[in-house]
């Protein structure tokens, strides 16, 4: 459906209004009085309203009142001839959008243009986070990022907090849990995501070429610079640059990396010519910054800069109701990149072996075993016999030889024990806190005989 806006009277700045208004794309209509322009709102669907303060048949504040009382997500953008720094303070704190008047200098149609465009693509950010909060309520996960925890519903809606916004991302976790992937989400769900999304491992470069790598050179640079090179922070352009493992950069390269952060530009090794910096900084560790920065192996100052916003990666061993939906992801994306057709599941045993393991190396290293256990799978069913010797001989540090296997079952009446502990017998939260529907709960309540366990009103 495409964008509508009403020009409310505003006098001799009428016709221009109503061009701007068709380059931007909108289905313009005008109404020359205030009473006209509320019949209008009752009839029809408007985005954006441009009204003048003296438009006929009520006062701006009037008016405005009226418009955000009939359409409260109607934006309003109120316009004088003259007016008053009171005037426009007060339209502001009645849901205005905007107060465009001379009261600084004279109107220039630059402006309307310009606050219109920002105006259009605030819209639009809105909208599509909107759908994307009704996807996320609803799914089993989020971009590339899988599960349905309440510790993953709160990643995802946090990067649909931040993913609009141009701040440093600090994104810190185990090895494993996933950090790169919520790098890539911010940047996928961002209004830059057309732009480059360019990774680089901190950890895997010697100093000298990181800073080649990061900031580019010129020709003649050092000895081996035979052509000039453009850094990855010139090559994201708009975009994101990702730092993972930014606590292992050498301090000197910490120190040019504030820089560039403080003043938004840099530059590159072999010149005095800086060069802007547009893109994005999402950086992840699996360090203890703060424990690197008192014992001086990471500058205090950068490390206020990155971690502007703080995402926490947990330990798939806090989440283990996730690796249901993992597990069948990493398979069915293992069968079609094998060009498999036919199905093949888990089987309950296995699945619970799975379910017990500590996972030390996270959810990497639990996509590596479903790797290893399909490619062992000889039928339609992955078995405890197709699982890594490690996994099935050390299960969290227990020993199996004189332990009788847990069932699944018995792991999940268990889960939903803890999450009836946890919530106070509220079985809303319990089955949020579980990543499960309010019928699966109630369901499964009646089947493991717990439907006697304390239960708290639904306001509690």
């Given amino acids: 459906m495409g964008k ?75 316009m004088a001839d003259s007016g008053t720094i009171p005037e426009a303070v007060e339209a502001i704190k009645l849901g205005a959008y905007d107060y465009i008047s001379n009261i600084d200098r004279p109107f220039k149609a630059d402006d309307l243009r310009h606050l219109l465009q920002r105006l259009v693509e605030r819209q639009q950010l809105a909208s599509e986070n909107r759908l994307l909060r009704e996807e996320v ?35 810190l976790g185990e090895s494993g849990t996933g950090k790169e992937l919520v790098a890539h989400a911010i940047h996928a769900y961002s209004p830059w995501h057309d732009k480059p999304f360019v990774p680089i491992d901190c950890g895997a470069l010697p100093p000298t070429l990181i800073e080649s790598e990061l900031f580019g050179h010129v020709r003649g640079a050092f000895t081996g610079a035979d052509q000039t090179r453009l850094g990855l922070l010139a090559s994201a352009e708009s975009g994101t640059v990702f730092l993972d493992e930014v606590g292992e950069l050498p301090v000197a390269l910490q120190v040019k990396l504030l820089r560039a952060l403080q003043e938004r530009e840099f530059k590159a090794i072999g010149t005095n010519t800086p060069t802007r910096l547009e893109a994005r900084i999402v950086a992840a560790t699996n360090r203890d910054l703060e424990a690197a920065v008192k014992e001086g192996a990471f500058r205090k100052d950068l490390y206020y800069r990155l971690n502007v916003v703080t995402i926490k990666m947990p330990p798939l061993r806090e989440h283990r109701g996730d690796i249901p939906a993992l597990v069948h992801s990493f398979v069915e994306r293992f069968r079609g990149e094998a060009g498999e057709v036919d199905g093949i599941s888990i089987s309950d045993q296995a699945l619970s072996r799975l379910m017990s393991y500590d996972w030390p190396g996270n959810v990497r290293e639990l996509e590596n075993c479903v790797q290893h256990a399909l490619a062992l799978a000889s039928g339609s069913e992955i078995g405890v016999g197709d699982l890594p010797a490690s996994l099935v001989n050390g299960i969290g540090g227990k020993s199996e030889l004189d332990q009788e296997l847990t069932t699944l079952q018995q792991l999940e009446k268990q889960a939903i024990v803890q999450a009836l502990e946890q919530t106070g017998g509220d079985r809303l939260r319990a089955a949020k806190l579980l990543g499960i529907g309010k019928t699966t709960i109630y369901r499964k309540l009646k089947e493991y005989r717990l439907e006697d366990a304390p239960e708290v009103p639904p306001s509690a």
């Fill in 137 to 171: 309520s609803t799914l089993q996960g989020f971009g590339r990022l899988i599960g349905a925890s309440e510790a993953m519903q709160a990643i995802y809606h946090l990067i649909l907090k931040i993913a609009g916004k141009r701040h440093p991302v600090l994104i």
């Fill in 4 to 78: 509508s806006a009403l020009v409310v009277d505003t006098g001799s700045l009428r016709a221009t209004c109503v061009d701007i208004l068709k380059t931007l794309g909108f289905d313009v209509r005008v109404a020359s009085s205030a009473a006209r322009a509320l019949a209008i709102l009752e009839s029809a669907q408007i985005d954006v309203v441009l009204a003048d303060v003296c438009a006929p048949g009520a006062n701006g504040v009037e008016l405005l009142k009226a418009v955000k009382r009939k359409s409260p997500g109607t934006d309003v953008v109120m």
